[in-house]
């Protein structure tokens, strides 16, 4: 199936459902981004819905960073409602080389190119690199944050939390 462009019939050029270009803004709240596509006279999309893996009951959150490279998909109507599905490592976005390195048996988070997550499969262990104190929480009254954002300081693991 062929989409145009725009509403004029005689331009017969197929709509792009996928497209690839950089971040330009994020909206930490809605976990959405603008995207600037270089190869379209700079154009900038509207806001577009950052896709996770969960958002029911488990939620991830993640945004990408600004002048990231980022592949989008796009619905029939045209650029105006669309999801970005993920970024795409590049010539000047590389890899992280640890992972290349050891295999691929190996899967990890990365912040900064100096603090890292990495979970080691042959070993069934995780590897935490971390510049400063890494700090772990237990609290069974964790906060429900579905009614507001308003995100407040996480409690010592000695304070319970309360509204």
């Known amino acids: 199936m062929i989409f ?5 019939p005689n331009n017969d050029a197929p709509f792009e459902t ?15 981004a603008r995207v600037i596509f270089e190869d379209r006279d700079e154009v900038v999309s509207h806001d577009l819905a950052v896709m996770v893996p969960q958002t029911m ?5 993640h945004l990408p960073d600004i002048d990231e490279t980022v592949v ?3 619905l ?17 976005d590389k890899t992280p080389a640890p ?3 050891r295999g691929r048996k190996r899967k990890g988070i990365w912040i900064d190119g100096k ?11 995780f590897l935490v690199r971390s510049e400063k104190p890494v700090r772990f929480e237990v609290n069974p009254a964790w906060p429900d ?17 309360s509204k």
């Open 57 to 61: 009951k488990t939620k991830y959150y």
């Open 145 to 161: 944050y579905e009614d507001d954002y308003d995100i407040p300081d996480w409690p010592t693991p000695y304070e319970p939390y």
């Open 18 to 32: 996928i497209r690839i270009g950089v971040v330009s803004s994020v909206d930490p709240v809605k976990c959405m």
């Open 99 to 101: 992972m290349h390195k």
């Open 115 to 125: 603090n890292f997550i990495e979970w080691v499969e042959e070993k069934k262990e």
């Open 76 to 92: 029939a109507n045209g650029q105006e409602t669309g999801v970005i599905l993920g970024s795409i490592y590049s010539e000047s």
């Open 4 to 8: 145009n462009h725009n509403d004029d």
């Open 72 to 74: 989008c998909a796009f």
